[in-house]
């Protein structure tokens, strides 16, 4: 896996993937950026969180589940001092779908977190405590 990271100006930063997708990043104004991108925290952070939920998404698929729809909510905290390193971070799963059981959704949830979330399972190895939640809804019927 590549990736490169070219710098525009100021602290903005045009990144692209191995697979040819780009994203810009940026800092804060009173940090010499100009607001245009995520902060590569905040990328770091979202990368995690889609992750796990391609994990969840791809366990729930294999289980025949009926998904319509899945948000996963992320929480951070950082730490005070430098480097500011996450140091918790929760994520709260919605899973909404036809006839979803809790079960289900709680082994995929868990499979993620314990096996399979390869950017999740390294920051609890770094030492950040990473929790995860559900909920279930109902999709409307159509």
Partial sequence: MK????????RQFVAESGSGHSVVIDGPPDHGGRNTGPRPMEMLLMGMGSCTAFDVLNILDKARAEVSDCVA???????DEVPAVFTRIHVHFVVTGRNLKEKQ????VELSAEKYCSASIMLVKGGVDVTHSFEIRQADAA
């Fill in 3 to 10: 990736a490169r990271v070219k710098w525009t100006d100021g």
């Fill in 73 to 79: 909510e992320i929480d951070a905290e950082r730490a």
């Fill in 105 to 108: 959704v709680q082994r995929a």
